[in-house]
């Protein structure tokens, strides 16, 4: 009995602490939200060698179209393959959807071609973020467009900040330069702790197509 009474005294401590740290936290989380009084759009990098990236972009972009908003998806670089993500939110009116690459830059393996591509797209999104009827733009792997130096950033730069006050902007991509990082409101950065590729398992619809 003694033993059992013991465990009892145990649990309740733990309780105890428990209960102790989450109310604590709680007060933390609470006084962090009412500090955060201030409404207006943001932009998201995600960058680093991880998975994910894009997959976290079009995971707001569902979560956007929840909310009923108008969205523009333009993907750089990709282009040769169609993706899952292209024949789902192709189907959403709400969504304007570009794939304007030739693939990615150790296929293509041409800098002209590469630049020449890259300032149609980006023609494109200029269009979109002066536009204050999108809600959000996706700029799916424009981070590796800036790390090539296809386009230049103060000119990106420029643009993100002139865009509508409430338009969110998501930017994507390996490699995102300093200036964009210090710019944006939030950044992750995805790190690559394992992958099925390195043990040769080939892509796989719904993973990585």
């Given at each position: 009995m003694k033993a059992n009474d013991d465990d009892s005294a145990t649990e309740a401590v733990r309780a105890v602490r428990h209960r102790d740290r989450m109310r604590h936290k709680k007060a933390v989380i609470d006084q962090?939200?009412?500090?955060?009084?201030?409404?207006?759009?943001?932009?998201?990098?995600?960058?680093?060698?991880?998975?994910g990236k894009s997959s976290a972009g079009f995971g707001m972009v569902a979560r956007a179209l929840g909310h009923g908003m108008r969205v523009g998806v333009l993907q750089f670089i990709k282009g040769r393959h169609s993706t899952g993500e292209e024949a789902f939110f192709r189907r959403f009116p709400e969504v304007s959807y570009c794939v304007m690459g030739d693939g990615y830059t150790w296929e293509t393996q041409d800098r002209d071609r590469d630049i020449q591509t890259a300032r149609a797209a980006w023609t494109t999104a200029v269009q979109w973020l002066e536009d204050p009827a999108y809600d959000m733009v996706l700029l799916d792997e424009l981070n590796i467009v800036l790390k090539h130096r296809y386009l230049a950033l103060e000119e990106v730069l420029r643009t993100?900040?002139?865009?509508?006050?409430?338009?969110?902007?998501?930017?994507?991509?390996?490699?995102?330069?300093?200036?964009?990082?210090?710019?944006?409101?939030?950044?992750?950065e995805m790190r690559e702790v394992k992958h099925a590729y390195r043990a040769g398992i080939r892509a796989q619809k719904g993973i990585e197509l």
């Open positions: 962090g939200i009412e500090r955060a009084t201030r409404e207006r759009g943001v932009v998201v990098v995600h960058s680093g060698n991880g998975k993100l900040g002139a865009r509508p006050p409430a338009q969110h902007v998501i930017i994507t991509g390996r490699g995102a330069p300093g200036e964009l990082i210090a710019f944006a409101d939030t950044v992750t």
